[in-house]
């Protein structure tokens, strides 16, 4: 009888690992075309390698499990297990339940929640990319602290008001708080990189600045330590908005 030592084990274990993500970034370029022809080959490989990693550290081990952690990472950002704007999905992973249990519920609740804020057939999301592209031309506004914050709540709401009532004002505020601190960290605080980077995390996730579907933000955050403020600040907006430009061209 032939007998399989533990090393052995290992390399069967990890060709099978191998391939399950290869069927995972399969299901990614078939399942989300637009996502992976702005992501390419490697960035597909990144995403999916990230969502495993994560889903792991949320005890899902089940392969449809991975697969709908990955389907939620490109939906609703690699970070959307802690984003304040949608605190239902942190509490569902962290939960005391079965697996299945909890795999069942998020599934539910991504789907009405979808439903709820992009729309049935994403006309919600559409509009709000459409206005954030029109956000763009606007003056920007004073930056004293209090009256900047309740400007930006105005123009978020405005933006995407189905998110903004799903989302509720105090997480939003913890948001834009986020925001505000991170462009500090980066050097980057002017009125400019502010409501960028809280645009960025209303559209695309609370944790852009490291989501490996968004590289581009960590560079325009990080290139060259010589610059300003003003300039790293404009340096993001305009990478911005040649992201949202080929996203909705």
């Known amino acids: 009888m032939a ?3 533990k090393e052995q084990m290992g390399v069967f274990e990890e060709a099978a690992l191998a391939g399950f993500e290869r069927r995972l970034q399969e299901h990614v370029r078939e399942a989300f075309p637009k996502h992976s ?3 390419g080959e490697e960035g597909v490989a990144r995403v999916v390698k990230c969502a ?3 889903a792991r550290s949320h005890r899902i081990t089940l392969e449809g499990g991975i697969q709908l952690y990955t389907d939620l990472t490109l939906l609703l950002g690699s970070g959307f297990a802690t984003d304040p704007q949608i605190p239902w999905a942190g509490a569902i992973l962290t ?11 998020l599934f539910d609740q991504t789907l009405a929640y979808l439903e709820r804020v992009s729309g049935p057939a994403n006309e919600h999301i559409d509009e709000a990319q459409r206005r954030v592209r029109q956000e763009s031309t606007r003056e920007l506004p004073p930056s004293a602290a209090g009256a900047f914050e309740e400007y930006v709540l105005g123009r978020l709401e405005w933006i995407w ?13 913890t948001m834009v708080a986020a925001a505000i601190a991170s462009a500090q960290q980066h050097n ?7 409501l960028t980077l809280v645009g960025l995390k209303y559209l695309l996730g609370h944790a852009v600045e490291t989501d490996p579907q968004f590289l581009w933000v960590a560079d325009a955050l990080s290139g060259d330590p ?18 949202l430009d080929k996203w909705c061209g």
């Open 37 to 39: 022809g702005m992501l």
């Open 3 to 5: 007998v399989i030592r």
């Open 226 to 243: 010589a610059a300003d403020r003003r300039q790293r600040a404009e340096r993001l907006f305009t990478a911005a908005i040649s992201y």
């Open 161 to 173: 008001p189905q998110k903004y009532a799903d989302a509720g004002p105090d997480a939003l505020r």
């Open 95 to 105: 939960s005391p339940d079965e697996e299945n249990v909890r795999l069942d519920r």
């Open 52 to 54: 495993m990693e994560n």
């Open 188 to 194: 980057a605080a002017t009125s400019r990189g502010v």
